[in-house]
């Protein structure tokens, strides 16, 4: 079936550096995505979206760049700090996202880890 | 402003019983969400309401939940009877745009079924 999916389960960087989280989907007709951010024992939180309109996305600290051509989407943190320590999903919304045309799709996530 | 509480934060119960889980999203917030996420696999969602309505339960697993949201605020999500395989985190979230990606999600309730 159609998956929202991310190709790393961990990826750890120095306190500091730039950080790339990447995600993958297969749906071709998916055009609006997610991320959002889980620290330990709290509930996901929203980061930052991006619509299939657009290839490129910035916020506080980060950047989302969506390529549709491969069906890719990356979510780029700058100067990591360690608050930033946390699971990271990118998530997909709409008819074609196998969630509900409301629902989030999640995908399985990446633990971020930034090291000291 | 309050965020998206939930209730219980934990609970352990045993196969065949009922457990009801709730969630208080934010105030004004009239679209409530649900998801569960079981051991391993992803964060799922379950059902979304509007107001007191249901928009979509396609995500419901099956009979044995019930999603309540009696007067448009407050929901709860009962389980009866529970199975092992519920055993997971359920997140209860909600927004103002139905449309908006971006959800207000709680702490969850983390299920254990005996």
């Known amino acids: 079936g159609e998956s929202v999916g991310l190709h790393l389960p961990t990826l750890s960087v120095q306190e500091g550096d730039n950080s790339i989280i990447n995600c993958a989907y297969s749906?071709?007709?998916?055009?609006?995505f997610i991320w959002y951010k889980q620290e330990s024992g709290k509930g996901p939180q929203f980061i930052i979206d991006i619509r299939s309109n657009m290839d490129k996305r910035q916020g506080q600290r980060v950047t989302v760049l969506l390529n549709k051509t491969v069906k890719h989407l990356s979510l780029q943190i700058a100067a990591t700090q360690p608050g930033d320590s946390a699971v990271y999903f990118c998530a997909e919304m709409g008819e074609n996202s196998g969630g509900g045309a409301d629902g989030l799709t999640f995908g399985k996530g990446t633990h971020l880890i930034i090291q000291p | 402003e309050a965020g998206v509480t939930q209730f219980p934060s934990h609970s352990v119960i045993e196969k065949g019983q009922t457990v009801t889980l709730r969630c208080d999203p934010i105030?004004?917030?009239?679209?409530l969400y649900w998801y569960r996420r079981v051991m391993g696999k992803e964060i799922k969602f379950l059902l979304h309401?509007?107001?007191?309505?249901?928009?979509?339960e396609s995500g419901m697993p099956n009979n044995r939940f019930l999603a309540e949201r009696t007067g448009g605020t407050y929901s709860t999500l009962k389980v009866q009877p529970a199975e092992l395989e519920d055993s997971g985190v359920y997140f209860c979230?909600?927004?103002?745009?139905?449309?908006?990606?971006?959800?207000?999600f709680g702490p969850g309730t983390r299920l254990l079924v005996l």
């Open positions: 309401f509007v107001k007191e309505s249901k928009q979509d």
């Open positions: 979230a909600s927004s103002q745009d139905p449309g908006s990606g971006a959800q207000y």
């Open positions: 105030s004004g917030h009239d679209n």
């Open positions: 749906n071709s007709a998916s055009d609006y």
